[in-house]
């Protein structure tokens, strides 16, 4: 889809279809269109959409205008509004769209450039049938009504969208598709594509570095475990932002194995792993100017005569010992790993991004993701980028109290904290391995993907990782 800024009266377009906006309390600018809001008892709440043919005065053939509710115009209804046009684009198929220009309460025109972009394109993602080609997209342009003639902003809400198209892709496959290999063969792919640094570790090179939690999570498994690194060099020599993702390709709970109903969706447990992979392709692809290092420990987690077992000790690359109580705490078992090997990177901040809790769903539902971090203005700027790029995230209190739960009679920790505080207790483990730097966590088994009749990836937390990216630039 080709983006671009157009200087003209939506009754001037030449295209297909022109986009307006009606609120509940005001109305619609464009003349002509008022009355036959009125005579369709047209409400403008937001979400709603209401296409009218052939309107006297409007070159367009067709109008479509979308519901906002009352004014002043929020961030989050302009997005729900683009999602309705995107439905309806689907039916109609127009080859060139013109959107009416909008002010957003708290943001520039810049930013609406970049969301607009970035919400038509993503809702061009079709889920991909395993055997049958690739759907192809319907619209090839837009042009969004503005006096600027330029904006870099469409480039960038479009990158983070192919960003999102690639972390949705990779979470929907199915996981005798999706195997740590595959995850492997992806990075290598995008380092191809776009010259970047690409190491993959194998079994017996983590072996060898130590990481004995890691290596307990995949034993059980017949997909062999990579551990990926893919280095993008924007800046010279400055130190780089790491990103950690959790790439768990089936989460069965290992022995301590999981109950069948929804067993499925743990396919969707390497979404941390797919968000950073979409956030390199899009931080490559603009060329953005700064380093990042993403890193994604890959594995497997299934029950087997030699799976690990619960009350099982095993030692980590840091040298701390863990005992596993529950197999199906995973995630931070390769994470810890991961998380110690980064320190070779220098780096100026680690985040990562894991599937980590069903504890998280709990307390924060499908909205916010959970952030966890061990430095303050660190949460704070990804509190400030969930914000700014409706991606949000809501901050857990991390403290020693919770910490205490992990205590083990037979090791340094146990993997489980008990009932209580899940997901802050998961992040207690994994801060007893990110001391050496600045790091924050983001808990997003609520918000990676939907479940139901809706189910698919939802390419979170890409545009929040981009968009702190991007503000460490400016
Ligand atoms: N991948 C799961 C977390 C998860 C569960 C995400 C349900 C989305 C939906 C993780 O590996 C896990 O199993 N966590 C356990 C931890 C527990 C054993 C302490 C959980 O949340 O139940
Ligand atoms: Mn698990
Ligand atoms: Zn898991």
Redesign the pocket.
């Not at 889809?1 to 464009?30: K, R, W, Y």
């Not at 870099?152 to 479009?158: M, P, T």
């Given at each position: 889809m080709e983006f671009s800024l157009i200087d003209t009266p939506v009754q001037n377009f030449e295209g297909d279809c022109v986009v307006v906006f009606a609120h509940s309390n005001t109305g619609v600018n464009a003349n002509n269109i008022q009355p036959l809001i009125e005579l369709n008892n047209f409400e403008s709440t937001s979400g709603t959409s209401l296409l009218l043919n052939f309107v006297e005065g409007i070159k367009a053939p067709q109008v479509l205008v979308l519901g906002m509710g009352d004014l002043p115009n929020s961030a989050n209804n302009y997005a729900k509004a683009l999602d309705t046009a995107s439905k309806v684009f689907k039916t109609i198929k127009p080859k060139s769209v013109m959107i009416e220009a909008l002010q957003i309460t708290g943001f520039d025109e810049n930013w609406v450039f970049r969301m607009t972009a970035q919400v038509l394109q993503n809702a061009t993602y079709e889920i991909q049938q395993v055997g049958k080609d690739k759907p192809v997209a319907s619209i090839a342009s837009v042009a969004i009504q503005s006096g600027q003639n330029n904006a870099n902003e469409l480039l960038q809400g479009r990158a983070i969208a192919e960003g999102m198209a690639l972390a949705r892709h990779l979470g929907d496959l199915p996981s005798n598709i999706c195997t740590p290999t595959y995850l492997a063969q992806t990075a290598q792919a995008l380092a191809t594509e776009f010259d970047l640094a690409c190491e993959i570790l194998e079994e017996e090179d983590m072996a060898k570095l130590g990481m004995g939690s890691l290596l307990s999570v995949s034993k059980g498994s017949i997909e062999p475990p990579k551990l990926i690194s893919l280095s993008y060099r924007g800046k010279g020599d400055a130190k780089p932002i790491v990103l950690v993702g959790?790439g768990?390709t089936f989460?069965s709970?290992g022995i301590?194995l999981?109950s069948g109903a929804?067993m499925d969706?743990?396919k969707?447990?390497m979404c941390g792993a797919a968000s950073v992979l979409g956030v390199m392709r899009t931080i490559a692809q603009l060329q953005a100017n700064i380093n990042l290092t993403i890193v994604v420990p890959t594995v497997e987690?299934m029950p087997a005569h030699n799976a690990s077992k619960p009350g099982d000790v095993v030692t980590s690359m840091s040298g701390q010992t863990i005992e596993i109580l529950?197999t199906?705490?995973?995630?931070?078992l390769i994470l810890c790993d991961a998380l110690t090997y980064v320190e070779k990177f220098n780096p100026a901040v680690v985040i990562d991004t894991?599937?980590?809790?069903?504890?998280?769903?709990v307390a924060l539902g499908k909205h916010y993701c959970g952030l966890m971090a061990n430095d303050q203005d660190l949460a704070n700027d990804l509190l400030a980028a969930g914000k700014t790029s409706l991606d949000g995230a809501w901050q857990l209190p991390l403290e020693d109290a919770y910490d205490e739960l992990l205590k083990s009679n037979f090791a340094d920790m146990g993997?489980?904290?008990?009932r209580e505080a899940?997901t802050v207790?998961?992040a207690c483990f994994l801060a007893r391995y990110t001391q050496k730097y600045r790091w924050a966590h983001l808990d997003i088994?609520?918000t990676?993907w939907l479940s139901g009749t809706k189910k698919g990836a939802t390419g979170r937390p890409v545009p929040l990782l981009v968009q702190y990216i991007l503000d460490q630039i400016n």
């Amino acid at each position: 889809m080709e983006f671009s800024l157009i200087d003209t009266p939506v009754q001037n377009f030449e295209g297909d279809c022109v986009v307006v906006f009606a609120h509940s309390n005001t109305g619609v600018n464009a003349n002509n269109i008022q009355p036959l809001i009125e005579l369709n008892n047209f409400e403008s709440t937001s979400g709603t959409s209401l296409l009218l043919n052939f309107v006297e005065g409007i070159k367009a053939p067709q109008v479509l205008v979308l519901g906002m509710g009352d004014l002043p115009n929020s961030a989050n209804n302009y997005a729900k509004a683009l999602d309705t046009a995107s439905k309806v684009f689907k039916t109609i198929k127009p080859k060139s769209v013109m959107i009416e220009a909008l002010q957003i309460t708290g943001f520039d025109e810049n930013w609406v450039f970049r969301m607009t972009a970035q919400v038509l394109q993503n809702a061009t993602y079709e889920i991909q049938q395993v055997g049958k080609d690739k759907p192809v997209a319907s619209i090839a342009s837009v042009a969004i009504q503005s006096g600027q003639n330029n904006a870099n902003e469409l480039l960038q809400g479009r990158a983070i969208a192919e960003g999102m198209a690639l972390a949705r892709h990779l979470g929907d496959l199915p996981s005798n598709i999706c195997t740590p290999t595959y995850l492997a063969q992806t990075a290598q792919a995008l380092a191809t594509e776009f010259d970047l640094a690409c190491e993959i570790l194998e079994e017996e090179d983590m072996a060898k570095l130590g990481m004995g939690s890691l290596l307990s999570v995949s034993k059980g498994s017949i997909e062999p475990p990579k551990l990926i690194s893919l280095s993008y060099r924007g800046k010279g020599d400055a130190k780089p932002i790491v990103l950690v993702g959790k790439g768990v390709t089936f989460d069965s709970g290992g022995i301590s194995l999981k109950s069948g109903a929804g067993m499925d969706e743990m396919k969707y447990d390497m979404c941390g792993a797919a968000s950073v992979l979409g956030v390199m392709r899009t931080i490559a692809q603009l060329q953005a100017n700064i380093n990042l290092t993403i890193v994604v420990p890959t594995v497997e987690n299934m029950p087997a005569h030699n799976a690990s077992k619960p009350g099982d000790v095993v030692t980590s690359m840091s040298g701390q010992t863990i005992e596993i109580l529950n197999t199906d705490a995973e995630g931070r078992l390769i994470l810890c790993d991961a998380l110690t090997y980064v320190e070779k990177f220098n780096p100026a901040v680690v985040i990562d991004t894991a599937t980590l809790t069903g504890a998280v769903i709990v307390a924060l539902g499908k909205h916010y993701c959970g952030l966890m971090a061990n430095d303050q203005d660190l949460a704070n700027d990804l509190l400030a980028a969930g914000k700014t790029s409706l991606d949000g995230a809501w901050q857990l209190p991390l403290e020693d109290a919770y910490d205490e739960l992990l205590k083990s009679n037979f090791a340094d920790m146990g993997n489980i904290g008990g009932r209580e505080a899940g997901t802050v207790t998961a992040a207690c483990f994994l801060a007893r391995y990110t001391q050496k730097y600045r790091w924050a966590h983001l808990d997003i088994a609520g918000t990676a993907w939907l479940s139901g009749t809706k189910k698919g990836a939802t390419g979170r937390p890409v545009p929040l990782l981009v968009q702190y990216i991007l503000d460490q630039i400016n």
